[in-house]
């Protein structure tokens, strides 16, 4: 069975500092993985996504994430965070073939002024 | 109107209420997922629909009934709901095939007294 272990439920950083979200998977088979982010009083919106190919993806705001298979590992990471960056993140994953998604509980990112 | 829609956005009801919720999506896609999200726990997967069809039912009481009639139009509907019920209730859609990459509403809070 997949599961997904965000093991902070919540990040204070200081505004312009770097932030890493942490991400863990459990599967015995190939793996999509996501993250999704969830801005206040909003649905979740898919920030990036692994499927094949380069194992560091990048989102459009300056976030990336690093699919590390020896580690089962795909932590978010952003150089300078942004007022704006406050929201809560999902880290999912997916086994290939599979429509269903499992989410973890969710890191919420507080960006201090 | 564009994305994923969601009606109402604040809904409180009775423990002998009947009421439903309801979700539009606008995307053109053929599957459509309500999820329930309470504080502190991961997010859950309710029931899927693609093609119009319910093709996943995770184990949810028969309390909530769902309904799609066609591929546009997701509705949940609600009768003797318990308190533990109070939540986030979120509609997603995707392609069919493409179920890893899901937009999702602004989500109906849902407050059972």
């Known amino acids: 069975a997949q599961s997904v272990t965000q093991l902070d439920s919540q990040v204070p950083v200081f505004e312009e500092a770097p932030v890493e979200l942490r991400c863990n998977y459990s599967?015995?088979?190939?793996?999509?993985l996501f993250w999704y982010v969830q801005y206040p009083n909003q649905g979740l919106q898919l920030l990036l996504k692994?499927?094949?190919?380069?194992?560091l993806v990048e989102s459009i705001n300056g976030f990336e994430a690093e699919f590390n298979k020896s580690q089962t590992s795909f932590h978010l990471r952003k150089p300078s965070v942004h007022i704006s960056d406050t929201a809560e993140y999902f880290c999912a994953v997916t086994r290939r073939g599979d429509d269903k998604i499992i989410f973890g509980k969710g890191t919420r990112l507080h960006i201090l002024p | 109107e564009t994305g994923v829609t969601q009606t109402p956005r604040h809904l409180v009801m009775g423990m002998t209420n009947k009421k439903s919720l309801k979700c539009e999506q606008h995307l053109g896609h053929n599957a459509m997922y309500w999820y329930k999200q309470s504080a502190k726990k991961p997010l859950e997967l309710m029931f899927v629909?693609?093609?119009?069809?319910?093709?996943e039912n995770n184990s949810v009481p028969s309390r909530f009934s769902p309904e799609c009639p066609n591929s546009s139009h997701l509705f949940l509907h609600l009768h003797t709901l318990q308190p533990e019920d109070s939540a986030l209730y979120l509609c997603a859609s995707s392609q069919d095939g493409f179920g890893y990459e899901q937009y999702f509403g602004p989500g109906t809070r849902l407050t059972v007294t």
């Open positions: 692994y499927l094949s190919g380069s194992t």
């Open positions: 629909y693609s093609l119009e069809e319910r093709v």
């Open positions: 599967s015995s088979v190939s793996v999509y």
